[in-house]
C-alpha cells in the first residue's frame, strides 16, 4: 500500500508561519486524491484539506485564507503552507491518500506536530 511521510512541523509563535510536506515513498501519487487532516489532544481527526488528481482544492471553513494545499506529481509530493498560524491550529497533522471515490481506503502517514502558542 502507499506509504507516506510527513514532515515541517514545529514550533511557531501565533501569526507565524509554516510549510507541510507529505512524500509517498516508492509511489506515483497522481493516481489518488490527497488529504491533510489534524487531531488536537482529545479530540477527532478532521480533514482541513483535500485536493483532487486534477489539483482542484477544497478547505475546511477554519482553515480558508490561510493554509493552501498543493502537489508535485512529479516529484511524489504534497504541501501544506500554512500562514497567520493560530494557538487553536495546534494539533498533531496526517497527509492521507485514497481513489478519491467514497468509502474508499485512505492511507494515512504518521504525523508531524504543530504547535502554535499565543
Known amino acids: 500500500h502507499v506509504q507516506l511521510v510527513e514532515s515541517g512541523g514545529g514550533s511557531v509563535q501565533a501569526g507565524g508561519s509554516l510549510t507541510l510536506s507529505c512524500i509517498g515513498r516508492g509511489y506515483v501519487l497522481s493516481p489518488y486524491c490527497m488529504y491533510w487532516y489534524r487531531q488536537a489532544p482529545g479530540d477527532e481527526r478532521k480533514a482541513v484539506a483535500r485536493?483532487?488528481?486534477?489539483?482542484?482544492?477544497t478547505y475546511a471553513d477554519a482553515v480558508k485564507g490561510r493554509l493552501t494545499i498543493s502537489r508535485a506529481d512529479a516529484e511524489s509530493s504534497m504541501y501544506l503552507q500554512m500562514n497567520n498560524l493560530k494557538p487553536e491550529d495546534t494539533a498533531m497533522y496526517y497527509c492521507a491518500a485514497d481513489s478519491c471515490y467514497e468509502g474508499s481506503e485512505k492511507y494515512w502517514g504518521r504525523g508531524t506536530q504543530v504547535t502554535v502558542s499565543s
Open positions: 485536493i483532487d488528481r486534477d489539483h482542484r482544492p
